[in-house]
C-alpha cells in the first residue's frame, strides 16, 4: 500500500518512511535505509520525518554517529523558527529528536510545547512515555501511555510499552502478559512484543517460555537486537556458555554500540 502511495508525488516522503518502517519492522534495514536516503533533504514534515526515521535506524544499527546529521538538522528547523507552534506534530518529532541525541531537558521541552497545542495526540504521548521510561520515571509513562490508549485504544505498540511500563513498576506480570495479549491479537508481527514475553518468562525463570518468545520473535525480525540480548541472557542463566556467546556475538553483529 505504501508502495502504491509513494507513486503519488504529494504523499511520496511519507508514504516511503511507513514502506520504510515495515521493511525495518522485518529486520530489513539495509533496505530501509536506502530508500530513505535520497530523501533526507526533503523539505517540510515529510523530510522532517525521513530524518527522524533515518535517525532511528543508524542508531539502532549501531551507527549514532551517523544518526547526529539527519536529526541535528531537525533540531536546526526549530532552533531557526521554521518549526513552532501551532505546528503539535512537528514539536513532537523535535522532541524525538531531541530525545534520541541523548538530551532528555530538550526532548521534554519540545513535547510540552506540542502538548499544549494537541495534548491527545497517541505518537507524541508514546514518545514522551518513552522519555520517562528511560529516565526511570514508569509512572508518568504510565499516565502519558493510558492518555494515548484513549485516543488510539488499538495501537499495539503502546500497549507493549505499557506492557515494560507494568514490569518497571511494579513487576505486575499478569497486567504485563495481557497488555502483551492484546498487542499480539492485533498485530501478531510485533516483535517487541515477543521481548517482552521473553522478559516476563525470565523473570519467572521459565528458559524454555523465554527461548520460544525469543524464536517467534526472531521469525519476525531477525535483527532485533533486543530479543539477540535476551536469548544470551536465557543461555547464560541456563548455563549454556558457547550458547549465550554465540547469541552476545549475532546481538553486537547487528549494534556494535549495544
Do not use: C
Amino acid at each position: 500500500v505504501a508502495q502504491h502511495a509513494a507513486a503519488m508525488s504529494a504523499q511520496m516522503g511519507r508514504a516511503t518512511v511507513v514502506r520504510a518502517r515495515a521493511l525495518a519492522a522485518r529486520g530489513r534495514t539495509s533496505e530501509a535505509l536506502q530508500l530513505l536516503e535520497p530523501l533526507k533533504d526533503a523539505p517540510g514534515r515529510a523530510g522532517r520525518d525521513v530524518r527522524l526515521l533515518l535517525g532511528e535506524l543508524f542508531i539502532g544499527s549501531g551507527h549514532r554517529q551517523d544518526a547526529e546529521v539527519p536529526l541535528l538538522k531537525i533540531i536546526d528547523e526549530y532552533n531557526t523558527d521554521a518549526i513552532k507552534a501551532p505546528d503539535a506534530e512537528s514539536l513532537a518529532v523535535v522532541g524525538r529528536a531531541a530525545f534520541l541525541l541523548r538530551s532528555p531537558k530538550d526532548a521534554n521541552r519540545a513535547f510540552n510545547e506540542s502538548e499544549r497545542i494537541d495534548k491527545s495526540a497517541p505518537q507524541m504521548l508514546l514518545w514522551r512515555a518513552e522519555l520517562f521510561l528511560d529516565k526511570y520515571d514508569p509512572g508518568h509513562a504510565e499516565e502519558a501511555l493510558k492518555e494515548a490508549l484513549k485516543t488510539a485504544p488499538n495501537r499495539a505498540d503502546a500497549l507493549v510499552l505499557y506492557a515494560r511500563v507494568k514490569l518497571d513498576q511494579t513487576l505486575d506480570f499478569d497486567a504485563a502478559d495481557k497488555l502483551v495479549k492484546d498487542a499480539l491479537a492485533i498485530d501478531p508481527n510485533l516483535s517487541g512484543a515477543y521481548a517482552v514475553r521473553a522478559s516476563i518468562a525470565l523473570r519467572d525463570m521459565d528458559l524454555a517460555a523465554s527461548e520460544a518468545a525469543i524464536a517467534a520473535g526472531l521469525a519476525i525480525n531477525p535483527n532485533d537486537t533486543q530479543l539477540w540480548s535476551l536469548r544470551a541472557a536465557t543461555r547464560f542463566l541456563g548455563d549454556d556458555r558457547p550458547g549465550f556467546e554465540a547469541a552476545k556475538k549475532e546481538a553486537f553483529a547487528r549494534n556494535p554500540e549495544l
